[in-house]
């Protein structure tokens, strides 16, 4: 099975290890783990800042990097 991890920004910046601890888990139950390098924000800290507008774009970006995930 493919598997198209998204690592929010939050999770990259503070703590990377979990990021790469879930492919590494992933990898080791046979999945073949695509990490999509185009992938940003998906807009949580400016959504939970009050910045609806900035979050739904980032939000729209994210969604669509994933659009053709399996």
């Not at 290890?17 to 998906?42: I, M, N, P, Y």
């Amino acid at each position: 099975m493919r598997v198209s991890l998204f690592v929010p920004c939050f999770v990259d910046q503070l703590t990377p290890k979990v990021g790469l601890a879930t492919a590494k888990v992933l990898k080791k139950l046979g999945h073949d783990v695509e990490f999509r390098a185009s992938q940003t924000c998906c807009g949580q800290p400016s959504f939970n800042s009050g910045q609806w507008d900035v979050a739904r774009e980032a939000a729209i970006r994210a969604l669509t990097v994933f659009r053709s995930a399996e």
